[in-house]
């Protein structure tokens, strides 16, 4: 019997997606090992999934609550209770727009608008690209430098449209690799 191209490549799209599964499985489960032993491991756990696959997978929730003793419900409350927690996939670059007082009063209102703008995104969505994901945070305390935005480690203060473009182009170019002829 012949298969058709179609049965094949989603055949082989449904192993990817298993190995891939199997792999993610493995790295959890490996943090799971390496903090199941401390005294409330369950943040710990999470924040190296986090930090490691980029958001906390369904299968981690599961697995998590099976080998601490915890029901899906405590795990995922935990999760769901934690900004930095998010499950599902994010952008390469998290973009946090700071919507305290604070930053509202010196320009944050139209900063964060100006920067759905630019983006063509609203808040916890992420770029086409996979790139970037543009999210509300509620004080950077970073105040005395508002309006302030965060990306990854680097906190930026006093904020303006043209600074946010210099920003996002810098986080959107990509190094081109020349090949070169022989």
């Known amino acids: 019997m012949?298969?058709?191209?179609?049965?094949?490549?989603?055949?082989?799209?449904?192993?990817e997606k298993m190995a891939a599964n199997s792999a993610q499985l493995s790295l959890i489960n490996?943090?799971?090992?390496?903090?199941?032993?401390?005294?409330?491991?369950?943040?710990?756990?999470?924040?190296?999934?986090?930090?490691?696959i980029g958001y906390i997978p369904d299968m981690a929730i599961s697995e998590i609550s099976k080998r601490?003793?915890?029901?899906?419900?405590?795990?995922?409350?935990v999760v769901s209770f934690y900004h930095h927690f998010s499950t599902k996939p994010r952008g390469r670059h998290i973009v946090e727009v700071c919507c305290a007082e604070s930053c509202?009063?010196?320009?944050?209102?139209?900063?964060?608008?100006?920067?759905?703008?630019?983006?063509?995104?609203?808040?916890?969505?992420?770029s086409k690209d996979g790139e970037i994901t543009l999210e509300p945070v509620y004080c950077l305390g970073?105040?005395?430098?508002?309006p302030a935005v965060r990306v990854g480690m680097q906190m930026l203060g006093r904020v303006d449209n043209d600074d946010f473009d210099e920003l996002i182009d810098a986080l959107t170019t990509v190094p081109l690799t020349l090949i070169q002829e022989s």
């Open 68 to 77: 601490l003793n915890l029901s899906r419900a405590e795990v995922h409350g």
């Open 30 to 52: 490996t943090h799971i090992d390496n903090n199941e032993h401390r005294l409330g491991p369950l943040l710990p756990i999470l924040h190296d999934i986090q930090n490691e």
């Open 2 to 15: 012949k298969r058709s191209s179609n049965a094949t490549s989603s055949g082989s799209l449904s192993l």
């Open 142 to 146: 970073n105040c005395a430098c508002s």
């Open 104 to 126: 509202q009063a010196l320009g944050g209102r139209e900063l964060q608008q100006y920067a759905k703008d630019k983006l063509g995104l609203d808040w916890y969505q992420t």
